[in-house]
């Protein structure tokens, strides 16, 4: 398992040395990137797609319509008749935005995630585009996971998907990776209502907050053998992986069974590969394998950082890992780091008690 060279695609290349790993936490990859850009409230919307047909770009002013995990709908300015564009095919996107919008991304960059959300709840009310209104309910779900608030994180992410079910966002579903343990009462509650749902999501949220509990781990665990054959290939993929955290709980997992998570990681679609990372660093974590645990936990927080807790929850034992190899130097670069890129969070303030700074 390797991770990839800055500015290659993913893909089995040379891993990054630890001691570039600032550089490596803002990889440029090819990925879709959304750039909200500051216009008047009139201005025409832009879009850049990729050619259907060779290497070029295609640039459109125009009015988006509607965005989706699936396409882009819009309406070009000779025409009013509206188009539509695979999804695949958008690089980037520029619109206006409003005031609270642009706020609440700017606190979230901050770390100031409750006011943050209070911005972003503001921008929900305000914003009368239901496809900007996706963008900002992801925002919320983000800033509900990074204040352990699953509850919300796991309703707001549902509204996501009743939406748009082929949602671009998918990757901010608020799973359970390494616990709790033992979820709050609130969050039992919950878990339970989203296990008996109709949806397949809905049920994947509910396993996976009652996999660790006692009362209701077996029906968890039928519900993700289901699930682990759902159509959807996101949820298929996610509960299998889910699955996997079952298996830890052996204490008895084998090299040949790691290395066919990560054949099986590699297959997924790449929004969605952060927590089966997480759990790969597990594996190799309970293997003793300090230096494959490492690597698998630093895909999280430098690829796939759509679960901001998770992220630095990766970050910071990336950097036991690193520690454990008598590598303290590269170990205490990565504690710094998690403590400037997730202020006011348990593995911050972990990170600092160990570097005996303040957070």
Same mark, same amino acid.
């Given at each position: 398992?390797?991770?990839?060279?800055?500015?290659?695609?993913?893909?089995?290349?040379?891993?990054?040395?630890?001691?570039?790993?600032?550089?490596?936490?803002?990889?440029?990859?090819?990925?879709?990137?959304?750039?909200?850009?500051?216009?008047?409230?009139?201005?025409?919307?832009?879009?850049?797609?990729?050619?259907?047909?060779?290497?070029?770009?295609?640039?459109?002013?125009?009015?988006?319509?509607?965005?989706?995990?699936?396409?882009?709908?819009?309406?070009?300015?000779?025409?009013?008749?509206?188009?539509? #564009?695979?999804?695949?095919?958008?690089?980037?996107?520029?619109?206006?935005?409003?005031?609270?919008?642009?706020?609440?991304?700017?606190?979230?960059?901050?770390?100031?995630?409750?006011?943050?959300?209070?911005?972003?709840?503001?921008?929900?009310?305000?914003?009368?585009?239901?496809?900007?209104?996706?963008?900002?309910?992801?925002?919320?779900?983000?800033?509900?996971?990074?204040?352990?608030?699953?509850?919300?994180?796991?309703?707001?992410?549902?509204?996501?998907?009743?939406?748009?079910?082929?949602?671009? #966002?998918?990757?901010?579903?608020?799973?359970?990776?390494?616990?709790?343990?033992?979820?709050?009462?609130?969050?039992?509650?919950?878990?339970?209502?989203?296990?008996?749902?109709?949806?397949?999501?809905?049920?994947?949220?509910?396993?996976?907050?009652?996999?660790?509990?006692?009362?209701?781990?077996?029906?968890?665990?039928?519900?993700?053998?289901?699930?682990?054959?759902?159509?959807?290939?996101?949820?298929?993929?996610?509960?299998?992986?889910?699955?996997?955290?079952?298996?830890?709980?052996?204490?008895?997992?084998?090299?040949?069974?790691?290395?066919?998570?990560?054949?099986?990681?590699?297959?997924?679609?790449?929004?969605?590969?952060?927590?089966? #990372?997480?759990?790969?660093?597990?594996?190799?974590?309970?293997?003793?394998?300090?230096?494959?645990?490492?690597?698998? #936990?630093?895909?999280?927080?430098?690829?796939?950082?759509?679960?901001?807790?998770?992220?630095?929850?990766?970050?910071?034992?990336?950097?036991?890992?690193?520690?454990?190899?008598?590598?303290?130097?590269?170990?205490?670069?990565?504690?710094?780091?998690?403590?400037?890129?997730?202020?006011?969070?348990?593995?911050?303030?972990?990170?600092?008690?160990?570097?005996?700074?303040?957070?």
């Amino acid at each position: 398992m390797q991770l990839p060279s800055c500015g290659q695609k993913l893909g089995r290349h040379k891993p990054p040395a630890f001691g570039d790993h600032r550089r490596w936490l803002w990889l440029g990859l090819a990925v879709v990137v959304v750039v909200l850009s500051a216009h008047s409230a009139g201005a025409a919307d832009r879009i850049v797609l990729r050619a259907s047909t060779g290497s070029g770009t295609i640039t459109l002013p125009c009015q988006i319509v509607d965005w989706t995990g699936r396409e882009i709908t819009v309406r070009l300015r000779s025409s009013s008749e509206p188009k539509k #564009y695979p999804a695949e095919q958008v690089i980037a996107v520029e619109t206006s935005k409003g005031r609270r919008h642009a706020l609440g991304e700017e606190l979230y960059r901050q770390g100031r995630v409750a006011d943050a959300q209070r911005a972003f709840e503001e921008a929900l009310r305000q914003e009368p585009r239901v496809w900007v209104r996706r963008q900002i309910l992801a925002m919320l779900v983000r800033c509900a996971v990074w204040q352990g608030d699953y509850v919300a994180a796991g309703e707001r992410f549902l509204a996501l998907v009743r939406s748009d079910p082929m949602t671009q #966002y998918f990757g901010t579903i608020p799973l359970a990776w390494n616990g709790p343990s033992s979820a709050s009462a609130a969050l039992r509650s919950r878990a339970r209502v989203w296990l008996g749902n109709s949806s397949d999501t809905a049920r994947l949220l509910g396993a996976s907050f009652l996999l660790t509990e006692v009362e209701a781990q077996t029906q968890a665990h039928e519900v993700l053998k289901e699930l682990a054959r759902s159509r959807d290939d996101r949820v298929r993929s996610l509960a299998r992986a889910q699955q996997w955290r079952a298996r830890l709980q052996s204490g008895d997992v084998g090299r040949l069974e790691l290395a066919h998570w990560e054949e099986d990681i590699e297959r997924m679609p790449q929004g969605i590969r952060g927590g089966p #990372y997480f759990v790969l660093g597990l594996g190799h974590e309970l293997r003793r394998e300090f230096d494959l645990a490492a690597t698998a #936990y630093l895909w999280v927080p430098l690829v796939y950082d759509e679960n901001p807790r998770l992220a630095a929850h990766a970050l910071l034992r990336a950097a036991e890992c690193l520690a454990k190899m008598g590598n303290s130097s590269a170990a205490e670069r990565l504690q710094r780091e998690v403590i400037a890129r997730f202020p006011k969070t348990k593995f911050a303030e972990t990170a600092a008690s160990r570097l005996k700074l303040t957070p």
